[in-house]
């Protein structure tokens, strides 16, 4: 059972907007910024957005983040095809000092 | 641009010791917070530990009985070890660098990953 908590999938056709929950406590999301990532199968993680907000050179500005007290969450505008992966959240937790990742969410492009 | 890459054996017999080596190419290991994770069906993403730029070490509690992360600056390359493994430390093992952000607090994040390997502990 992870730490963060994540919706199991979310789905949308193409062209529109998708956003994905991570749901922490105080100690994790409550304290420390919020990574995001990118899983196609077989492959690794893709770092998508690091600091809460902040895009790494050479990914798609169509990816987002933002974070409100113990939550956060990621945005996929103008969705496409390729965006079909899962996506993963990440944090600092004190209670555990260590790094948690959420369950993963499957994004489906209709 | 940096890139990883692990090796090491495929399978491993319950209670001996699990160990992998990560190449890194294209930058230098005397940075950065060298770190392992794994995955596995049942746990999702499970993060190690690293081993930091000033040679410091972070471990996951729940593994830090049993794990050992060290860098070769000569060969650049880093380790892990993991010892008396069970039908559970079996998973994708990726190898990954890691940065930090100054602040209060500071932020750890993973921003390069190897393409894993996959362990299987067997007898």
């Known amino acids: 059972q992870s730490v963060l908590t994540q919706p199991p999938s979310v789905s949308e056709a193409p062209r529109q907007r998708v956003t994905i929950s991570c749901s922490g406590s105080s100690s994790n999301i409550g304290k420390h910024a919020v990574d995001w990532y990118q899983q196609v199968p077989g492959k690794a993680p893709l770092l998508l957005i690091y600091y809460d907000y902040l895009v790494p050179s050479g990914v798609s500005s169509r990816f987002s983040g933002s974070k409100s007290g113990t939550s956060a969450s990621l945005a996929i505008s103008g969705l496409q095809s390729e965006d079909e992966a899962e996506y993963f959240c990440?944090?600092?937790?004190?209670?555990?000092?260590?790094?948690?990742f959420g369950s993963g969410t499957q994004v489906t492009v209709l | 641009q940096v890139q990883l890459r692990e090796s090491g054996p495929g399978l491993v017999k319950p209670s001996e010791t699990l160990s992998l080596t990560c190449n890194v190419s294209g930058g230098s290991i005397s940075t950065y917070y060298w770190t392992w994770i794994r995955q596995s069906p049942g746990k999702g993403l499970e993060w190690i530990g690293y081993f930091s730029n000033v040679g410091r070490t972070k471990y996951d509690p729940s593994l830090k009985s049993r794990v050992t992360i060290s860098v070769d600056t000569a060969t650049n390359q880093f380790s892990l070890r993991l010892h008396s493994v069970i039908a559970a430390d079996a998973a994708v093992y990726y190898c990954?660098?890691?940065?930090?952000?100054?602040?209060?607090?500071?932020?750890?994040?993973?921003?390069?990953w190897g393409k894993g390997t996959t362990v299987t502990v067997s007898s």
């Open positions: 990440a944090a600092w937790d004190d209670s555990v000092n260590a790094l948690v």
């Open positions: 990954a660098r890691g940065q930090v952000i100054a602040g209060t607090p500071q932020h750890y994040y993973v921003d390069v």
